[in-house]
């Protein structure tokens, strides 16, 4: 019996049904095509559907799957609701999508025609249409982006969401939208420059106003440095409108094509309107950050060789808030004293500590793992024991799923036949597949522990070592050389003080289950 696939992929430049969601509008496509397969008496096996955007199939997995099937001869045709469904993309993903309907004899079928690349002609049709449907997509996205930068002209607002401060609202009469004042939000934009331009950095505000309990419009809980950053670089609130500030380059690496965003942050690279929205600070106090931004940028550049000064950088994080833990120094009568602290130590309870206090402490931590592994290391290993189980296990899995994938193959056989109709079909089919999709869930889990406990005596071995390479030798290696050492045998490491003043370090080593 002659097995045929579904691809579903909602085009950004559907007009029928811009207004609807993804998933309502693959919902409508599954319907017309599923009426397409019961007239015409298709017995669709399986359905892909693409919820991702992407143009091109590098970005678009559910595509990949359907060619890598197709490439098998899975299939006698794939319903599409148009051709330009499968590709957009350059003449080289085209060439590719081409080739592979052509080589396998698969039909490509719409509800308007039905294209068999074994016939001359259909097959110049539908390279001809995919050809067609590549050039009404950049037509159209020329257009977009015309539109977009005349309507940025105009002093419509063109973003996506909001910026802080402000709620989006349609304009009268016309078509376009605009931005209007939040009055609760506006004043902390306000704050955040009188801040900024007073000499306090991203961090100190965000501290300032995690502290406060100002709520953000972001999907993070917390004000971050970055986010504070953003708003003082935003040209909107003076009331303009801003285009070019992203710069996309592509390159082709390993031959796919890598598309790169560029932030422009200097506010003269971009251009900028006039917008029909209302400021939220006055331009003086806009390009004062900007200079004041521009000296911080210049006096804080270091150099790409400038030392590690935390041996511990990008392992060390709070026990209570999950955030990183950082270094920073403090004056003293005498000198410059190292202490570590919490990133978001506005909110979080937990407490500073001296940089050598914290040091010993992991250390010994590792000291007590280290000898404690040693140990269990030359203790009786029932590993292998263990391993002969989980290997008899997936023989029994293996060889029920191959009588389960007989029987299906039985089913398809009764269905000729005439034995089974197709109501008994698909409840028989519906049974095995979810049989069979549970067993092979279970020998995917069961090959991974294999997996895991065959690695896991060479990973162990591998850890001594380096762990006593580092305990040797620890305060005479540079930060950068214990650094290196470190997240080579940890994860990582969490760090809590407590209020009476007790530390408790925890260690995450690595490939180790101990």
């Not at 006039?274 to 600070?281: E, M, W």
Request: net charge positive.
């Amino acid at each position: 019996m002659e097995k045929y696939a579904m691809y579903l992929r909602k085009s950004q430049f559907d007009r029928d049904y811009e207004n609807l969601s993804v998933e309502e509008t693959l919902k409508r496509h599954q319907s017309i095509l599923s009426k397409l397969a019961k007239d015409r008496k298709y017995f669709v096996e399986k359905i892909y559907d693409e919820v991702v955007s992407g143009e091109t199939i590098a970005a678009r997995p559910k595509v990949q799957e359907l060619l890598n099937d197709v490439s098998q001869n899975k299939y006698a045709g794939v319903l599409v609701i148009d051709i330009d469904r499968l590709a957009r993309g350059n003449s080289v993903d085209q060439g590719i999508i081409s080739q592979t309907f052509q080589f396998t004899g698969t039909k490509i079928i719409t509800p308007t025609k039905t294209y068999d690349p074994l016939n001359e002609f259909d097959e110049e049709y539908f390279e001809f249409g995919l050809f067609m449907s590549r050039r009404e997509y950049k037509t159209i996205t020329r257009r977009l982006i015309r539109g977009r930068q005349i309507s940025a002209s105009e002093g419509k607002y063109v973003g996506g969401t909001s910026p802080y401060g402000y709620k989006v609202i349609k304009l009268e009469k016309e078509k376009g939208y605009t931005l209007e004042i939040v009055p609760e939000e506006a004043e902390v934009v306000q704050k955040m420059f009188e801040l900024f331009n007073n000499g306090w950095g991203g961090n100190r505000i965000a501290n300032y106003l995690n502290k406060a309990l100002i709520p953000t419009r972001y999907k993070a809980k917390y004000w971050t440095h970055s986010t504070v950053l953003k708003i003082i670089n935003n040209p909107v609130y003076i009331g303009k409108i801003k285009r070019g500030q992203q710069k996309e380059s592509k390159t082709i690496e390993n031959g796919v094509v890598v598309k790169t965003r560029k932030y422009i942050k200097d506010i003269n690279e971009i251009e900028l309107y006039d917008g029909l929205h209302p400021a939220i600070i006055s331009e003086e106090i806009f390009y004062t950050a900007q200079e004041v931004m521009k000296t911080r940028t210049n006096d804080t550049k270091v150099k790409k060789d400038t030392e590690i000064k935390n041996a511990f950088a990008g392992l060390l994080f709070c026990k209570y808030c999950g955030r990183g833990i950082r270094r920073c120094t403090h004056k003293t009568n005498k000198g410059q004293q190292e202490r570590f602290i919490c990133t978001m130590t506005a909110i979080c309870e937990n407490h500073s500590a001296d940089y050598q206090v914290i040091e010993t402490a992991i250390i010994q931590n590792l000291k007590a793992w280290y000898d404690d592994f040693k140990v269990k290391i030359s203790a009786e290993d029932n590993s292998r024991k263990e391993l002969d189980e989980f290997k008899s296990y997936l023989a029994r899995l293996n060889k029920e799923i191959d009588e389960l994938n007989l029987q299906l193959n039985n089913a398809y056989s009764f269905l000729e036949k005439g034995i089974y109709t197709i109501e008994i079909f698909q409840q028989r089919k519906a049974i095995l597949d979810k049989d069979i999709a549970e067993l092979v869930n279970r020998k995917n889990s069961i090959s991974n522990e294999i997996e895991q406990i065959e690695n896991q005596s060479d990973n162990r071995l591998m850890l001594l070592p380096k762990t006593e390479k580092l305990l040797d030798s620890f305060y005479s290696l540079t930060r950068k050389e214990q650094n290196a050492l470190l997240k080579e045998i940890l994860s990582k490491i969490v760090y809590a003080k407590e209020p009476n003043g007790d530390i408790k370090i925890e260690i995450y080593p690595r490939f180790s289950n101990f």
